[in-house]
């Protein structure tokens, strides 16, 4: 299952292909109530057809209109909503929210392609564009933040920037997995048991062989990492916890009952695990929806997994706008 920028990019790649001409619309910054985060994406073709989205629609439709009546930029240039009240009600931007957008024009596919093999791959690619020439760069890097203005240079990332390590590959694990990826996450499953790799079928996860402990300690987990264990085998799953419970994963869940999650966290208590590393555990993993089947548990927990991820977007959004006004 693709990400949503990878279905964008590649509707727009069809459409340059057959020889319309198109628009990226990339959020920078966001200001108040903005509907969606730095990075959103959005294409809109020469005659007013549109993929993905930079707001709740008003955006949408006006920019839609412009381009149905030739009036978008013929080079790079950065557009503003919402920067006064009346505008703001006029696109539907609530509470006096603000954006930027990074506007650029798209005549070729070729334009595209770096940034669809970087999602085709899960690789995170760093786009930067020259606002006042057009020049596009592209490097291959690490998770180092959201879209930004550095000088005249616009970057903006294409590929996961948030990774997920499954431990447990069972029906719960193959499912997790295979909706993780449409979320932007790039997924590694472990699982030391023979019988479990034979039967895992999930396209791009990334199998890491090995005892779950030994895995959480090679892959370094970063403030962009999440850790879900899921196989209800405490052999397996507090190894692991215990020391993803040490890193800087910013969330760290575990499967199972009220019960067995206090038995758990007695057991992890008995290690040099302080009692606020013991309590950085969600568990029971997921948010309280009723959930019963494999899949529901799944959406149980990637809506938490999406909660905590979006407040750690948004406090870097502020952070950002803050060091803006400053």
């Not at 295979?178 to 996860?205: N, S, T």
């Not at 779950?212 to 999440?226: E, K, R, Y």
């Amino acid at each position: 299952m693709q990400s949503s920028d990878w279905e964008v990019l590649q509707r727009a790649s069809e459409w340059l292909q057959q020889g319309y001409r198109a628009h990226l619309f990339t959020v920078i910054q966001t200001w108040g109530s903005a509907p969606r985060l730095p990075g959103a994406i959005l294409v809109v073709r020469e005659d007013g057809h549109l993929v993905g989205s930079v707001s709740g629609g008003c955006i949408e439709d006006d920019l839609a209109d412009k381009a149905r009546h030739q009036q978008l930029p013929t080079q790079p240039v950065i557009l503003e909503y919402g920067i006064n009240q009346a505008e703001a009600q006029r696109f539907g931007i609530p509470c006096g929210g603000q954006l930027k957008i990074f506007a650029e024009p798209l005549a070729h596919a070729t334009q595209l392609a770096p940034m669809l093999d970087s999602l085709s791959q899960r690789r995170l690619l760093k786009r930067s564009v020259h606002l006042h020439t057009g020049e596009v760069r592209h490097t291959m890097v690490l998770p180092e933040g959201m879209p930004h203005m550095e000088d005249d240079w616009f970057h903006s990332y294409f590929g996961p920037q948030w990774r997920l390590l499954i431990i447990g590959a069972n029906q719960l694990g193959s499912v997790l997995a295979a909706m993780a990826q449409a979320l932007d996450f790039h997924v590694m499953i472990c699982d030391p048991r023979e019988e479990m790799r034979a039967e895992w079928h999930v396209e791009g996860a990334d199998w890491l062989p090995g005892m779950p402990d030994d895995v959480v300690l090679d892959i370094a987990p970063d403030t962009h990492t999440a850790i879900v264990a899921v196989t209800h085998d405490p052999k397996l799953d507090d190894m692991a916890l215990l020391e993803a419970l040490k890193s800087e994963a910013f969330y760290i869940g575990a499967l199972g009952s009220v019960k067995n999650q206090e038995k758990r966290k007695q057991r992890l208590r008995s290690f040099d695990l302080s009692e606020q590393e013991v309590n950085r555990l969600h568990g029971p993993v997921g948010l309280r929806i009723g959930s019963r089947t494999p899949a529901e548990i799944a959406v149980s927990i990637l809506a938490e997994l999406i909660q905590v991820r979006s407040q750690l977007q948004q406090a870097g959004v502020t952070q950002m706008t803050t060091r803006a006004v400053a």
